[in-house]
């Protein structure tokens, strides 16, 4: 370890951006992206999960594009990442990084199969196993954070948004409260993000 004068150097960014359908979080990404290159230098890489939808937008900006497939295991994601970077991405968008939490092969369906190889169709069994059975899903996200949070370029994460609310007892009677949106996703990646927008505030184009 070595202590040296701290001086204000270009630190990868971490940003997620959240909003539902269609509320403009590949158009918003692809901006920053271009702004962040017009810095940065290097690729601008979008890791499309979204049935080549980013192609939408080749006319308008300037990227290249990996058609990612199922299943979206979260160690999937991070071969992703880490060839977009190792092929001179410095600016990777990943649209969407909501696959990775509710989709064929993410993260709820790795917890399914670990109860399914522990337990079968004992219910009992499966009541019992249901958080030994999160441990291997959770070491995977584990090591794509990480292995985000340590790449040498710039992440942009979308994350799709649904509306939800809750029951809650005012006065002996139970009501309907509103939460707003909330991101389809993990809530290790919001977090991690230094950076992140939301359509709820009106931030994303």
Known sequence: FAATDARRESVPLLVS???????????????LATGIQSIV??????????NRRALHYADQFKFKHIQ????FASLDYLAAIDQ???AGGKV????????????????????????DRMAGQDYAKRERMTMLAWQKPKAARRRLLQGITRLDAHVIMCFRAKETSRPVKVDGKTKIIEMGFIPIAGPEFVYAAPVGLSDQYGFLS
């Open 92 to 115: 990777i968008i990943i649209d969407s990084g909501s696959h990775e939490h509710d989709s064929v092969g993410g993260m709820l369906d790795f917890h399914e199969s670990e109860l």
């Open 41 to 50: 230098g290097g690729d601008i890489h979008v890791i499309d999960t979204e």
């Open 84 to 86: 977009s970077a190792q």
């Open 68 to 71: 990612f497939d199922p299943p």
């Open 17 to 31: 951006l959240v909003g539902p359908s269609g509320s403009g979080k590949t158009t918003s990404a692809l901006r």
